[in-house]
T-cell receptor, first 114, second 116 residues
Framework: AQSVSQHNHHVILSEAASLELGCNYS??????LFWYVQYPGQHLQLLLK??????LVKGIKGFEAEFIKSKFSFNLRKPSVQWSDTAEYFC????????????FGTGTKLQVIP | GAVVSQHPSRVICKSGTSVKIECRSL??????MFWYRQFPKQSLMLMAT?????????EQGVEKDKFLINHASLTLSTLTVTSAHPEDSSFYIC????????????FGPGTRLLVL
């Protein structure tokens, strides 16, 4: 069975600080990896995804994530956060076969202080 | 982008009653929809996978007779919580996969259920 762990539950940063949110997964086969964001009062939105190819993936709003296969990691980064990045971030993994079930991490709440 | 709606957004019901939640894909056809449940301060837990025209596939530990799922058309899936109890109070989220682009799931805004 696949699983996802996010190490940071709550992160507080000042504007312009750099961000890195950790995500590790466990699964024996080929996976697709995702980062979703949930802004306050809104539904989940896809930030970025990795299926294959370049392990450094660029998403919307200046976010990027790097897939490191040997570490089973898919950390999310942003060089300079803004107040509007305050949200909850979920890492997710999907197996490539069957019903393609998506498993979510527990989420990381990011609070950016102006 | 693709839009998924859920109705109602909030519902309060008495213990023992049944509640139906609708999930619609508004501008695409979804052969597959997923139902998730999110407890406070926890992640989304997949409850079941719903395929249009066939029976839903439930995750381990999810009671099929309690959480009835119907996916009668390519744009609508319903989740009925039967004989609801206070422990069923939660945030229910659906997502839909566009049959033309199987790679991406689009999430609905969620339904907050409170059972008194």
């Amino acid at each position: 069975a696949q699983s996802v762990s996010q190490h940071n539950h709550h992160v507080i940063l000042s504007e312009a600080a750099s961000l890195e949110l950790g995500c590790n997964y466990s699964y024996g086969g080929t996976v697709n990896l995702f980062w979703y964001v949930q802004y306050p009062g809104q539904h989940l939105q896809l930030l970025l995804k990795y299926f294959s190819g370049d392990p450094l993936v660029k998403g919307i709003k200046g976010f990027e994530a790097e897939f490191i296969k040997s570490k089973f990691s898919f950390n999310l980064r942003k060089p300079s956060v803004q107040w509007s990045d305050t949200a909850e971030y979920f890492c997710a993994v999907r197996s490539s076969g069957g019903y393609q079930k998506v498993t979510f991490g527990t989420g990381t709440k990011l609070q950016v202080i102006p | 982008g693709a839009v998924v709606s859920q109705h109602p957004s909030r519902v309060i019901c008495k213990s023992g009653t049944s509640v139906k939640i609708e999930c619609r894909s508004l501008d695409f056809q979804a052969t597959t929809m997923f139902w998730y449940r999110q407890f406070p301060k926890q992640s989304l837990m997949l409850m079941a996978t719903s395929n249009e025209g066939s029976k839903a596939t439930y995750e381990q530990g999810v009671e099929k007779d309690k959480f009835l799922i119907n996916h009668a058309s390519l744009t609508l899936s319903t989740l009925t919580v039967t004989s609801a109890h206070p422990e069923d109070s939660s945030f229910y989220i659906c997502s839909a996969r566009d049959f033309r682009n199987q790679e991406t799931q689009y999430f609905g805004p969620g339904t907050r259920l409170l059972v008194l």
